[in-house]
């Protein structure tokens, strides 16, 4: 087996970016087969990995935003492939390899390729897997609303600008959550499930999540009577989330709840997730912050 040889899975929108072109260049002349593809719309990426895994690839590059690195991780793991993973991170918010210290240069982070892979976890709900975090109530509308001119221009900041723009409309959603010695009933702002730390671009809204205890990180915004006063807190840095670390939860809402799943739209009214231990090998920096044995 070549152990210098890789497929990259690269977003459509990415084909003619020079940078990576290069980069890619530079590794082949490192003594790497590094072959691309690119996906143009729903079900390439699992097409694609099916095809590399058929191939005898055993390291597969995800190169795009957080929803391509979903689609590809998600699609190693429903082929029970044995391959391991690298991320190449280009979009906006770059949210999972930001809290993971992927770098987001493309030669640095195809780099990475040459280091070991760890075993980390995923999350799933119903059929659908996750590798960062699912996101409800306003901060998977702000995600939803942000537009991609804005992102063009402000880039990350576009969804704290959106979110600040329209918080005069949060809508608090009345749910019910109950794990493993966990409940907790009521109205919230904002909901995160994650195995990674953050989402929407750079909301930590689980800072403390490690992608490799086999647990999920709990965040909970509760709704107060007085918006303005949330606001005021969050900007002051206090502590205003109900947290939790669970192995699974399961959530009810009788007026349904908007879910954001690494950027995949999710509505239902009862839903569960559950960590998947170990489930996927992702090559990442040694000292990740994600890691609870680093190395």
Not at 48 to 65: Q, T
Not at 136 to 155: I, R, W, Y
Request: aromatic share 4%; proline share 5%.
């Amino acid at each position: 087996m070549d152990e210098r040889k890789a497929l990259l899975i690269l977003h459509g929108k990415q084909a003619t970016n020079d940078e990576v072109r290069a980069a890619v260049g530079r590794l082949r002349e490192r003594g790497w087969t590094l072959d691309v593809r690119l996906t143009w719309e729903a079900g390439d990426a699992r097409r694609l990995v099916g095809e590399a895994l058929a191939a005898g690839y055993r390291k597969i590059v995800a190169g795009g935003g957080d929803g391509t690195l979903r689609d590809v991780a998600e699609a190693l793991v429903l082929a029970d492939g044995q391959a391991s993973l690298a991320l190449l991170p280009l979009g906006t918010a770059n949210d999972f390899a930001r809290a993971a210290v992927v770098p987001l240069e493309p030669d640095a982070a195809l780099a990475l390729l040459e280091q070991p892979a760890q075993a980390i976890d995923l999350g799933r709900v119903g059929k659908q897997l996750f590798l960062n975090m699912a996101t409800g109530g306003f901060g998977s509308q702000v995600t939803a609303n942000t537009s991609e001119d804005l992102k063009k221009v402000l880039g990350a900041a576009a969804y704290l600008f959106t979110g600040l723009s329209r918080f005069s409309e949060l809508q608090a959603a009345t749910v019910e959550l109950h794990g493993p010695g966990f409940s907790w009933q009521g109205e919230l702002l904002a909901l995160g499930i994650g195995n990674g730390r953050q989402a929407g671009g750079g909301h930590a809204l689980c800072p403390q999540a490690k992608v490799d205890d086999g647990l999920l990180d709990i965040g909970i915004l509760p709704a107060p009577q007085e918006v303005g006063g949330t606001l005021r807190g969050l900007l002051a840095g206090e502590e205003l989330m109900v947290r939790a670390r669970l192995p699974w939860v399961e959530i009810k809402s009788a007026q349904g709840l908007d879910i954001n799943l690494d950027g995949e739209p999710l509505q239902a009214d009862s839903l569960r997730f559950e960590a998947l231990p170990r489930a996927l090998r992702v090559h990442l920096p040694g000292d990740s912050p994600l890691l609870s044995r680093p190395g």
